[in-house]
Each structure stands twice: as C-alpha cells, then as structure tokens.
C-alpha cells in the first residue's frame, strides 16, 4: 500500500462543524497522543470545515499545520481495494492482450502512455470482435502493426533484413498454391506465409513481397537470402505450421487500433462510493479504471471491490452530537468521544471509548490524558490545550470553567513558555478582528445546530474582548440571521454577541417567535431587537438549557 492510501486510512480525529478552538486543538493534541502510545495506527488530526481568526493565529503561533479538511467522511473510491492491474503499452498485440487477461483474471485492460495518463481501454468483447474480423487480408497493414509484434506472435526469428521501426504495409498472403498462382495473387509490399518450397519463396520475391514468412522450420537457400536483402524483402523463419500461421498472424495487431478512447468510464480517489454503484449498475462492463489526483491511471475496480469497503475510522472530539457532526457519519465507523458537552444522539455500530467530562474544555481531558498516561506534553501541544482552555473558558471567565480547567491551563502556559494573561489578551484579540470578513464567515466561526423534540435551532457565539469588535460583528452578522435561518431551514436562530471582559452578552434572534421565547428563557424584555444577558457568557452551561427548557415548555 502506498502512502496516499496509509494516509487516507489513518484514523481521523475530527471536531465539530464550523469548528472553533477547542475542537481543532483538541484534533491536534489527541492525535499526537494517541500516534505517541500506539504508532501502529496512526491518527491524523483532521477539521470539518473553514478556521476563524482565533485559531488561525493560535496555530500560526505555536507553528503547527492546520489540520486537512474533511466535509463528508461517506466511503469514497480510495477507501474500497483498488486493483493495481497495470497500464498496456498500446503497442502490445491482441494475443499478447489476451494471454494477460487470461493470467490476471480480468476482462478489461487499460492502455496507458509513457506518463501513465489513460489513453483507453480495452475489452475481452472487443479482443474477440478483432479476432473475428482477423479475416481482413488488409487487417494488419490497416492497423499498422509493428514486425516486432509479428515475430512476437509467430515466435520467430528474422534471417533476412531489419524490423526495427517498421510497419507491415501490405496484405496477409497464404502461399499454398503453385508458383503461377502465388504470383498472380501478390502485390508488392504483401506479407506471405509459405513452407520450405523454394519456387513459392522466389515467386513471392519476383512479385516484391514485402516479407516472407517461411513456416514449419522450412529453409531457405542461401541463394534466395541474398536475393530477399537485395530486393529488400524481409524473411521470417518459425517452427509453427502454415495453417496455424495463418490463424494466428492477425493477432499481431495493436491493441490501440481496437481500444475505445471516447466516453470512458473513470473514477477518481474522490469518487462517491454510491455514485460509482450508480454507474456500474448502468453498464454492463466489470473493471472500471481509476485515476489519482493528478489524473494519472493506478489501477481498477469492479463490483466486487465495492463488498470491500474500508469505512473511515473516526474518533470524534468535542462533539457527540450527530447534527454537529461531519457529512456522512452515519457511512463511517467512531471508534472514540472525547467531549465535555451534554450527550447528544450519535449511533454507532459497537461499543465504543466514550469520555465525558464535565468540564469547560474538551483540551482539559486530553491534558489529563497526557498525565494518566505519563507523556511529555511538548511546547507546542501544551501552547494548543491552553489556547483551547482560555477560548473556552472565556480565561475562566465562565460559568463552565472549573478549578480543573484553571489549574491544566496554569500549568500548560509554563510548558508552553507563555505569560498567561498576555497571550490570552494577544489570542482574544485576533479572534474579534473581524475587518476584510464576510458575514457568513463571521456567523460560521462558532455556530452549532440543536434539536428538542420537533424543534431544530441553531445557537452562534462570538467572544470580544473590545466594544468596538463586538459592535462591528454584530452589525455584519445581525442582518444576516434571515437569510441563514432560511438557507438551513431552522426553526430558530440565536446569536451570542459576548463581551469577555465584562462578562455579558447581546443576544440576536431570527425565526418567528425566537424573540419572545429567549425572552422568556431569561425573563427578560427585548429591547429594539436586542435581549441583554448580564452574567451570561457560556452557550453550553447558560444558554443551551434554557432555551430547551424554553421550547420544551412551548411544546406542552
């Protein structure tokens, strides 16, 4: 197996949707984890959708990669085992074609170029077809099949002349006749199977036979060689008789003149599982080729390949909630949770590693985990597990925050070399700017989607640490509540607009009725479209439960 394919079936360690710090630090720091106490299946930290400013800088700043993206985790076409059957030289003859089908089991050969690129396919049916029409006397000359093809196929030996570069440009003669009627039937330049009789050899090189092909270990005198060279007439000399001679010769065509070059069908490593069924269910072939990211040809699949599917193997942190989840976690296998939010409804096949932890910051497990299992915690990963704890904790500003939180995230800053309160006022900071953004970009920074019952609605929050920032942000995203509730076909959205330093938050709402039922949640009057929320900093601990309690109370 190849590194692309070690890579893309290592384990994926993934946070939520619109993915906040904690969810990319957590993917981080558990995966390095994890690679460090069992390097026998390695873990790649991975990301369900676009970064804000706030974990942008924290990665910028501790130098660690951004993690790959991963919107749907559903089966593609390099999670199935693809056939490495290899590329054809269309060059090669039918025979040649066949004899490989026959020894690998397939029905389907791809040609290929020097570069690998796909340049057709070709079939068992139309191996067959060109065997049939092997008949043409001018199949061979049409096709412009090379003389090496020929002695290849006649397993034969050149006694007079060069073959290298040269094409057949004549029919295919079967010199069984008399000398009189071999010559009324040759053209120059024609291809002639005879035995070891001399007058049918000198007939053929009288009427300028491009090449002799003497059969059944005939010879030819030393005086007609020379005349053969001089006339400029190739001679071929093979063991196999004239009548398997002339079965078998036509076979020596390329299998580029019979290969389909329009309308193939490929798959990519990105191809969907399920839109690739979709199109072998539509044809009747059985191998399909595959084509790698730089388009370049790897192998092929069949129906069969599809039984052996090799699901995505996840382990999700800071989520458990499959509408929080990445596309296509249902076609995926979880193999762990790691999280600290309320337990959510994700399914999964068997039992799995779930820890949950009520604490304000999925970072603080993992830091615990770290401990427990007596790990080295390196500058950079204890830089990512105290980012992750200040942005949760709203630098134990929350409700959320507990005395474990503050104590990991003392001692991490000391791993990470870091003053506390300057670098979380440097990370807050960045995280607020939201000049040069856009207001889907600023709304998806740290959104999730909730259900209740019948209920689905979505709760956002952005954390400032200036009036300005939080000003700014909430006159970008507020007007684009509407159209967001409507793209995602929510009941309600709420929005969280948080001032850190003073611990309070301006809540927006969108959806009929939104407004009076968060008004309720907190009895508190809205105010030209603005509910203010002293005290209240946390979505998970302050502002999830009342708003369910809300909904609940309605549905009664």
């Given at each position: 197996?190849?590194?692309?394919?070690?890579?893309?079936?290592?384990?994926?360690?993934?946070?939520?949707?619109?993915?906040?710090?904690?969810?990319i630090?957590?993917?981080?720091?558990?995966?390095?984890?994890?690679?460090?106490?069992?390097?026998?299946?390695?873990?790649?930290?991975?990301?369900?959708?676009?970064?804000?400013?706030?974990?942008?800088?924290v990665?910028?700043?501790?130098?660690?990669?951004?993690?790959?993206?991963?919107?749907?985790?559903?089966?593609?076409?390099?999670?199935?085992?693809?056939?490495?059957?290899?590329?054809?030289?269309?060059?090669?003859?039918?025979?040649?074609?066949?004899?490989?089908?026959?020894?690998?089991?397939?029905?389907?050969?791809?040609?290929?170029?020097?570069?690998?690129?796909?340049?057709?396919?070709?079939?068992v049916?139309?191996?067959?077809?060109?065997?049939?029409?092997?008949?043409?006397?001018?199949?061979?000359?049409?096709?412009?099949?090379?003389?090496?093809?020929?002695?290849?196929?006649?397993?034969?030996?050149?006694?007079?002349?060069?073959?290298?570069?040269?094409?057949?440009?004549?029919?295919?003669?079967?010199?069984?006749?008399?000398?009189?009627?071999?010559?009324?039937?040759?053209?120059?330049?024609?291809?002639?199977?005879?035995?070891?009789?001399?007058?049918?050899?000198?007939?053929?090189?009288?009427?300028?036979?491009?090449?002799?092909?003497?059969?059944?270990?005939?010879?030819?005198?030393?005086?007609?060689?020379?005349?053969?060279?001089?006339?400029?007439?190739?001679?071929?000399?093979?063991?196999?008789?004239?009548?398997?001679?002339?079965?078998?010769?036509?076979?020596?065509?390329?299998?580029?003149?019979?290969?389909?070059?329009?309308?193939?069908?490929?798959?990519?490593?990105?191809?969907?599982?399920?839109?690739a069924?979709?199109?072998?269910?539509?044809?009747?072939?059985?191998?399909?080729?595959?084509?790698?990211?730089?388009?370049?040809?790897?192998?092929?699949?069949?129906?069969?390949?599809?039984?052996?599917l090799?699901?995505?193997?996840?382990?999700?942190?800071?989520?458990?909630?499959?509408?929080?989840?990445?596309?296509?976690?249902?076609?995926?296998?979880?193999?762990?949770?790691?999280?600290h939010?309320?337990?959510?409804?994700?399914?999964?096949?068997?039992?799995?590693?779930?820890?949950?932890?009520?604490?304000?910051?999925?970072?603080?497990?993992?830091?615990?985990?770290?401990?427990?299992?007596?790990?080295?915690?390196?500058?950079?990963?204890?830089?990512?597990?105290?980012?992750?704890?200040?942005?949760?904790?709203?630098?134990?500003?929350s409700?959320?925050?507990?005395?474990a939180?503050?104590?990991?995230?003392?001692?991490?800053?000391?791993?990470?070399?870091?003053?506390?309160?300057?670098?979380?006022?440097?990370m807050?900071?960045?995280?607020?700017?939201?000049?040069?953004?856009?207001a889907?970009?600023?709304?998806?920074?740290?959104?999730?989607?909730?259900?209740?019952?019948?209920?689905?609605?979505?709760?956002?929050?952005?954390?400032y640490?200036?009036e300005?920032?939080?000003?700014?942000?909430?006159?970008?995203?507020?007007?684009?509540?509407?159209?967001a509730?409507?793209?995602q076909?929510?009941?309600?959205?709420?929005?969280?607009?948080?001032?850190?330093?003073?611990?309070?938050t301006?809540?927006?709402?969108a959806?009929?009725?939104?407004?009076?039922?968060?008004?309720?949640?907190?009895?508190?009057?809205?105010?030209?479209?603005?509910i203010?929320?002293?005290?209240?900093?946390?979505?998970?601990?302050?502002?999830?439960?009342?708003?369910?309690?809300?909904?609940?109370?309605?549905?009664?």
């Open positions: 197996m190849n590194n692309q394919s070690i890579n893309s079936r290592a384990i994926k360690v993934i946070g939520h949707r619109n993915p906040d710090t904690d969810s630090c957590a993917a981080v720091t558990y995966s390095n984890l994890k690679n460090i106490l069992d390097p026998g299946r390695p873990c790649k930290p991975c990301r369900a959708g676009l970064l804000n400013r706030e974990t942008e800088f990665l910028d700043y501790f130098k660690v990669p951004m993690p790959q993206l991963y919107t749907d985790v559903s089966p593609h076409i390099r999670d199935v085992d693809i056939r490495p059957a290899p590329g054809m030289d269309g060059e090669i003859s039918l025979r040649r074609a066949w004899m490989t089908m026959r020894d690998q089991q397939l029905d389907t050969l791809c040609i290929v170029d020097e570069e690998k690129n796909l340049k057709g396919v070709i079939t049916k139309d191996v067959t077809t060109a065997n049939m029409d092997g008949m043409d006397p001018h199949s061979l000359e049409i096709a412009r099949t090379s003389y090496e093809n020929l002695i290849d196929i006649l397993d034969g030996t050149v006694l007079v002349g060069d073959v290298t570069g040269k094409v057949v440009e004549g029919r295919i003669i079967i010199g069984s006749g008399s000398a009189e009627q071999i010559e009324k039937s040759i053209s120059p330049g024609d291809i002639v199977i005879v035995s070891n009789r001399s007058e049918s050899q000198l007939a053929a090189l009288e009427m300028d036979a491009g090449c002799i092909v003497v059969c059944a270990g005939g010879k030819m005198s030393r005086t007609i060689c020379m005349l053969a060279e001089e006339k400029g007439c190739i001679v071929i000399a093979t063991e196999i008789s004239t009548y398997v001679a002339g079965q078998m010769i036509s076979q020596a065509a390329p299998i580029r003149h019979y290969m389909s070059t329009e309308n193939l069908l490929t798959f990519t490593l990105h191809t969907p599982v399920e839109a069924a979709k199109v072998m269910a539509s044809v009747r072939y059985r191998y399909f080729p595959v084509l790698d990211d730089d388009g370049k040809y790897i192998g092929v699949v069949s129906r069969r390949n599809m039984m052996n090799h699901k995505k193997q996840l382990i999700l942190v800071d989520h458990n909630e499959k509408n929080q989840a990445v596309e296509g976690i249902d076609e995926a296998e979880v193999l762990e949770i790691i999280d939010h309320r337990i959510g409804a994700i399914e999964t096949d068997g039992p799995v590693y779930f820890r949950n932890v009520p604490v304000g910051c999925t970072c603080t497990i993992i830091y615990q985990m770290y401990r427990e299992n007596d790990v080295e915690i390196e500058p950079a990963m204890a830089g990512l597990m105290l980012s992750a704890i200040l942005s949760d904790t709203l630098m134990f500003r409700p959320t925050c507990t005395s939180d503050e104590r990991a995230a003392r001692k991490l800053a000391e791993l990470a070399g870091v003053d506390l309160e300057e670098y979380a006022d440097q807050f900071e960045h995280g607020g700017d939201v000049s040069g953004k856009t889907a970009e600023v709304f998806n920074g740290d959104y999730k989607i909730f259900t209740s019952g019948h209920v689905r609605f979505g709760v956002g929050q952005g954390i640490m200036t300005k920032n939080r000003k700014a942000a909430r006159a970008l995203v507020g007007p684009y509540l509407a159209e509730l409507e793209k076909q929510l009941d309600y959205i709420f929005y969280m607009f948080t001032d850190a330093r003073n611990s309070s301006e809540l927006l709402t959806g009929a009725g939104a407004e009076e039922l968060a008004g309720k949640a907190f009895g508190i009057q809205p105010a030209d479209g603005v203010v929320l002293p005290g209240v900093v946390s979505r998970k601990k302050q502002m999830i439960p009342r708003l369910i309690n809300a909904i609940k109370l309605e549905q009664e």
